[in-house]
């Protein structure tokens, strides 16, 4: 069973054996923005984009290919940050309503 790992380009960069591995293992690789900021949200489309071809760009000298989806961080999505995936081709993948392992004790 194959699976989607969404990257920190910054780290991506720093563990690309990590990555490989990955890879190797017959799972794909998406973005999870360049430096994972908090506040990411909150930034115009310019700052937003060029974080993501940040990611993009580390996310890519670990494997070839760029990541064709998005994961944001802190799971947070406006219109913003909707354009700037469109415009670099970016899914913006989103988690489920019913996903709640982080709320219910004893969840996996």
Do not use: Q
């Not at 790992?5 to 490989?20: N, Q, S, Y």
């Not at 994972?36 to 996310?59: K, N, P, Q, S, Y």
């Not at 290919?65 to 354009?83: E, Q, V």
């Amino acid at each position: 069973m194959a699976a989607t790992f969404f990257l920190i380009g910054h780290k991506a960069e720093r563990h690309r054996r990590w990555c490989a591995a990955i890879l190797d293992a017959g799972h794909t690789v998406g973005v999870h923005s360049y430096a994972h900021d908090r506040l990411f949200a909150l930034r115009g489309e310019r700052r937003v984009r060029h974080d993501l071809e940040r990611g993009i760009a580390d996310v890519r000298k670990t494997h070839g290919p760029p990541p064709d989806a998005l994961s944001a961080p802190i799971g947070h999505t406006n219109p913003t940050i909707a354009r700037a995936a469109d415009a670099l081709g970016l899914v913006v993948v989103g988690w489920t309503i019913g996903g709640r392992d982080g709320s219910r004790p004893g969840a996996p």
